[in-house]
């Protein structure tokens, strides 16, 4: 489900265009669970690398954006992943 819903968000926020010859330059990929959160990494085709913390219990995302070549990391916003999942609501 947060696998889900970050991929919605990413394909409704991000111009995937540019990778429709490429796909290995942008994705989605899950990424490690903890008892309260999932999280979700999401790669453009810039290099930049955007994890989303996603709580499990509430759906709020925390997003911390991270560009390796630069040694960058920022905080990069919240959202809530249920608004991105048809009929979805938090247990």
């Given at each position: 489900?947060?696998?889900?819903?970050?991929?919605?968000?990413?394909?409704?926020?991000?111009?995937?265009?540019?990778?429709?010859?490429?796909?290995?330059?942008?994705?989605?990929?899950?990424?490690?669970?903890?008892?309260?959160?999932y999280k979700v990494m999401f790669?453009?085709?810039?290099?930049?690398?955007?994890?989303?913390?996603?709580?499990k219990s509430s759906g709020v995302?925390?997003?911390?954006?991270?560009?390796?070549?630069?040694?960058?990391?920022?905080?990069?916003?919240?959202?809530?992943?249920?608004?991105?999942?048809?009929?979805?609501?938090?247990?």
């Open positions: 489900m947060a696998y889900e819903g970050v991929k919605k968000y990413c394909h409704s926020t991000y111009d995937w265009g540019i990778a429709e010859n490429n796909p290995s330059i942008m994705y989605v990929e899950m990424g490690d669970e903890t008892e309260s959160e790669r453009s085709y810039t290099g930049t690398f955007v994890y989303f913390y996603v709580d995302t925390r997003m911390v954006e991270c560009v390796p070549a630069l040694g960058i990391k920022s905080d990069a916003g919240t959202i809530n992943i249920f608004d991105f999942l048809e009929n979805r609501q938090p247990n």
